[in-house]
């Protein structure tokens, strides 16, 4: 969180000054409250926290994290009282909050940086916000128990590998994209989750209940490889663990894009449009790209830092090739998925 000091007026001469400035204090003040992430990775949004803050005396950002569903159902309890004025959102989460009538679509003309995002992560907004980030899904993997890491998504399958590999519930957006590649990678839509998984079920695979529990299973060696997002792998293999990163393909490298939307009925538009703004140059872009945050930039023109290149796509191959889950037609029955999927893996 981010807070302004206030002054204290002393000395009898002041007295008077010193009953009127708390009043005037409070009228000036505003606290704008976001969802982010929860952990170290919010320090690009409490970067540009503080630079709304200055710019705006009186502004302080409260950052809180949080799931976004756990979110959206609290906006829709609170009837117009909502406790959040922001969030960031991956594309998942903003069909179902549209769906939930919960967002206000951002107005680009009032965020001039937008200009300079690179227009294949737009749609992934879907006319409600502006793309300020993405995470890649790769492989990670034990490099003591997997010396040869696969390739592609398929090579998941290939007998080498059996026993050894670990799937997120797709409760998370993690492990419901793990449910599309699964179809993609042998040829199937995105949509057909069916067969996904079922073919996840002929991997047995062992089942993290989220993704920071399947990263503490590759960890510990309980599994040995795992669909995981880069930036938890490159922070996990900064610290010293001997984990590798896969940018595999066929799709991919897969993304998937993060947004900055505004709840409904907030009191706060204008200033959530130049915090926008304030992501989108290149100097929040640069900040974030760069380890331990490892976040990749939607702004033409940023390279990835050395420390993040063997995590994010990089290559002008790769680039090039960079795509994400057709997300309006699998978000919408994920309930229907992890029923499915808990069915299918119980006990």
Request: glycine content about 10%.
């Amino acid at each position: 969180m981010t807070t302004l000091s206030r002054r204290r007026f002393l000395g009898a001469a002041a007295g008077s000054v010193a009953l009127a400035a708390p009043t005037v204090l409070r009228a000036q003040a505003r606290e704008l409250v976001m969802i982010g992430y929860g952990s170290a990775q919010d320090d690009p949004l409490k970067r540009a926290g503080e630079i709304l803050a200055k710019k705006h005396p009186g502004v302080s950002l409260r950052i809180i994290g949080g799931l976004s569903a756990e979110a959206i159902a609290q906006i829709k309890a609170s009837r117009g009282a909502s406790p959040y004025d922001f969030a960031v959102m991956g594309s998942p989460a903003i069909i179902n909050a549209v769906d939930e009538g919960v967002l206000e679509p951002l107005d680009i003309a009032k965020v001039p940086n937008a200009k300079n995002i690179d227009p294949r992560f737009m749609p992934y907004a879907y006319g409600m916000g502006v793309p300020i980030s993405y995470a890649g899904i790769g492989i990670a993997y034990n490099k003591q128990m997997v010396p040869n890491p696969p390739r592609t998504w398929a090579d998941l399958w290939k007998p080498e590998y059996a026993g050894k590999i670990g799937v997120s519930r797709p409760q998370s957006n993690l492990g419901l994209a793990c449910v599309s590649i699964a179809a993609s990678a042998f040829g199937k839509t995105d949509a057909d989750t069916d067969f996904g998984l079922a073919k996840w079920k002929e991997l047995k695979p062992l089942v993290g209940r989220n993704p920071n529990l399947l990263q503490q299973m590759l960890e510990r060696g309980e599994i040995g490889l795992c669909p995981l997002w880069h930036d938890n792998t490159g922070i996990a293999i900064a610290s010293g663990l001997p984990l590798g990163y896969a940018k595999v393909t066929g799709p991919g490298p897969l993304i998937l894009p993060t947004m900055i939307v505004k709840f409904t009925r907030t009191a706060h538009s204008e200033l959530i449009h130049e915090f926008a703004d304030i992501l989108l140059t290149s100097e929040s872009q640069t900040f974030a790209a760069q380890p331990p945050y490892y976040f990749g930039t939607t702004v033409k023109g940023i390279v990835a830092p050395a420390g993040a290149a063997a995590f994010l796509p990089s290559t002008p191959e790769e680039i090039a090739s960079m795509v994400s889950v057709d997300w309006p037609k699998v978000a919408p029955n994920r309930g229907k998925i992890v029923e499915a999927f808990d069915r299918m893996f119980a006990g």
